[in-house]
């Protein structure tokens, strides 16, 4: 068969994503991308922690940080976007914006991270009142609270369910469940924290049964990194991507409901109860 006709690939554009060497989402991350528009991922080092502030920290350090962005100069991209939220929002307000300066002192492009982008999708929706869905432990819990406070928005109810390990593994059933024990009456919206937690699918579906916005840590991670190309991410039905659902609010999509949870101690390769620190606050 002969392609030379085709004349060869089309012009992608590329952005840049570093991300922990535990995070398992690649394919996740991709969906919220148009065709136009190509991934590059690098990740940090192994070091042998779980998940905890420990590990944010180190996975954030500047040189870690620094050595990341360059694996990925060769190739150009024309921003690059720091795929984890405790890594980004362990050191506050300030150590975010150090993170992203190092990032583009490394790389001389723009740069971005996943609570900085969690600041921006906040504003963007004019939310002052937030609910927080999480997987962490209570102590990483309290830290991204701490820095959603710093910014001045209020939480009015959190989920946490106490993992420090195989978040990947969390079924869209489970991040239903803790979505629904977050959000109290004065929520505006809802925020699904960690880059490891999948949540494409279930955004929709929670944003037509609980009536306020949701947004998840990949999906403003990349919608923040897209929007600085001056292109969107694709995500029928979710408000902060798809402007037909921010004008006329959470529509249902024509795909099966999320059942409820059946229990966290019942799902494969989470803690059993009793080792389990979960928490509803």
Known sequence: M?????GGPRPQRGVGVVAPF????????????PDEVSLHLTRTP????????????LVSEHETLHDAVRTLTAIAPEVVAYAC????FVGGIAGERAMCGAMTHAGALPSVTTSGALLEALAELDVRRVALVTPYTVSVTRALEEYVAEAGVAVTGCAYMGLTRHIWKVPYRDVADMARRAVDGGAEALFISCTNLPTYDVIPQLEAELRIPVISANQVTMWA???RLGTRAVGPYQALIDPEARRTGPVLPDVP???????????????????QQEGWT
Request: proline share 7%.
């Open 2 to 6: 002969d392609v030379t006709f085709l």
């Open 22 to 33: 535990d995070f398992a989402l690649d394919r996740e991350l991709w969906r919220w991308v």
């Open 46 to 57: 192994y070091v042998p922690v779980e998940v905890s502030l420990d590990l944010a920290r």
């Open 85 to 88: 939220t405790s890594g980004s």
């Open 225 to 227: 990194a897209l929007r």
């Open 257 to 275: 409901a999320l059942p409820d949870a059946q229990g966290l101690s019942d799902v494969p390769g989470l803690p059993d109860e009793e080792q």
